[in-house]
């Protein structure tokens, strides 16, 4: 299986998941927001794998963006740091979490 579909398959059998690096200041804003909700969510710390590079370039193909973190709710891919956080503050997260079975 290569990355791409080993993403994709993660994402599926995963209400929330985060793709991120652990030292990325949008990455704690995603993870703050997140937590906010008290949701349970699955996080993949790039800098883990020795792989990073590659599996970036994977999101790259499948969302858009080769930036981290990386979203996905219920399959879909809501954005980044910013885009968390601000559905976080507008209620559309908690929205999301709910219609994607995660609360």
Known sequence: MGIKEDIQKTVQENCVVMYSKSTCPYCV???????STGVKYLEIDLNSLSNTAAY?????DITGKRSVPRVFIGGKCIGGGDETAAAAASGELLSLLKAAGAL
């Open 29 to 35: 804003k995603a993870r703050k927001a997140l937590e």
């Open 56 to 60: 970036q370039d994977a999101l790259q």
